[in-house]
Antibody, heavy 120, light 110 residues
Framework: QLYLQESGPGLVRPSETLSLTCSVSGGSIANNNYNWGWIRQPPGEGLEWIGHMYYSGSTYYNPSLKSRVTMSVDTSKNQFSLKLSSVTAADTAVYFC????????????WGQGTMVTVSS | QSALTQPASVSGSPGQSITISCTGTSSDVGAYNYVCWYQQHPGRAPKLTISDVSERPSGVSNRFSGSKSGNTASLTISGLQAEDEADYYCSSYTKSNTWVFGGGTKLTVL
């Protein structure tokens, strides 16, 4: 069984960079049959795809966030990360990491999510 | 990219069937058979319920089914049960090599 667990600060100041890590257990991240992505959900709202990447380094980002998003993978730690720069209150959300199938993009495994609040 | 369009809410009585629509464009839903549906209970992570428009992952009840016509995909839940009460989200691959979600539909079992 694959497990994903998000970690990172629960509070980020406006204009700073939000940084989250997703730790993967029960399987290797070094597998191009899968992509590793981030999805967020503002309080009381719907899901928003942030982007995903492959361990080989290819990245795909939501066009509306592309200028502020960076994703990376650390195969030695079996982790992948999200950085979102210049945050505002609109970036307050529960952030989920997930594993997607390369063929159809289905998000088969999800982390439990972590709440990030942007506030001074 | 714009979110796919879903009804905000649907409801049904136990044992009945309901259908949730998901409308996109010729650049997403209409372009590929890569439409997924996710079920989300309050405070929980979403759960993959349907992939490839109509494929059920292992362990998902056969009461859940999916279909697509043109730019609109649909999720049908038959034999409604109390445990089906949740939010449902569709998602689709796009011609921009990105993914887009629908706005979500709250299902109430009366």
């Amino acid at each position: 069984q694959l497990y994903l667990q998000e970690s990172g600060p629960g509070l980020v100041r406006p204009s700073e960079t939000l940084s989250l890590t997703c730790s993967v257990s029960g399987g290797s991240i070094a597998n191009n049959n899968y992509n590793w992505g981030w999805i967020r959900q503002p309080p009381g709202e719907g899901l928003e795809w942030i982007g995903h990447m492959y361990y080989s380094g290819s990245t795909y980002y939501n066009p509306s966030l592309k200028s502020r998003v960076t994703m990376s993978v650390d195969t030695s730690k079996n982790q992948f990360s999200l950085k979102l720069s210049s945050v505002t209150a609109a970036d307050t959300a529960v952030y989920f990491c997930a594993r997607g199938n390369w063929r159809n993009g289905a998000l088969e495994y999800w982390g439990q999510g972590t709440m990030v609040t942007v506030s001074s | 990219q714009s979110a796919l369009t879903q009804p905000a809410s649907v409801s049904g009585s136990p044992g009945q069937s309901i259908t949730i629509s998901c409308t996109g464009t010729s650049s997403d839903v209409g372009a590929y058979n890569y439409v997924c549906w996710y079920q989300q209970h309050p405070g929980r992570a979403p759960k993959l319920t349907i992939s490839d428009v109509s494929e059920r992952p292992s362990g998902v009840s056969n009461r859940f089914s999916g279909s697509k016509s043109g730019n609109t995909a649909s999720l049908t839940i038959s034999g409604l049960q109390a445990e089906d009460e949740a939010d449902y989200y569709c998602s689709s691959y796009t011609k921009s090599n990105t993914w887009v979600f629908g706005g979500g539909t709250k299902l109430t079992v009366l």
